[in-house]
Nanobody, 125 residues
């Protein structure tokens, strides 16, 4: 199982970026997917999660209203649209998949079983 994250880069405050994470090796259309991030010197933190139905979506308070998570089950891909980026959003962003067909939403690192390699987002102020 591999998760390949892409779309990171260097942007200015107020800009937008769209991250993608493509899963291969298995079909994850029935599983919860999520994005986390880790800033230098800090612990990995939850950003957003979406179950396979897309019916319930959870965001961290710090990104709510600016970021949008979505998924394309046919492409085994999850996306993170990031608008109004701020310097505090600078981090390595990781996608993750929970290996359980429970349809729930989870915000802890230990709830997820597979992780991508991360893509760096740098926002200059």
């Amino acid at each position: 199982v591999q998760l390949q994250a892409s779309g990171g880069g260097l942007v200015q405050a107020g800009d937008s970026l769209r991250l993608s994470c493509a899963a291969s090796g298995r079909t994850f259309s029935s599983y919860t997917m999520a994005w986390f991030r880790q800033a230098p010197g800090k612990e990995r933190e939850f950003v957003a999660t979406i179950p396979w139905t897309g019916a319930i979506i959870l965001y961290s308070d710090s990104v709510k209203g600016r970021f949008t998570i979505s998924r394309d089950n046919a492409k085994n891909t999850v996306y993170l649209q990031m608008n109004s980026l701020q310097a505090e959003d600078t981090a390595v962003y990781y996608c993750a998949v929970r290996d359980a067909r429970d349809g729930g939403i989870w915000r802890t690192v230990k709830s997820y079983d597979y992780w991508g390699q991360g893509t760096l987002v740098t926002v200059s102020s």
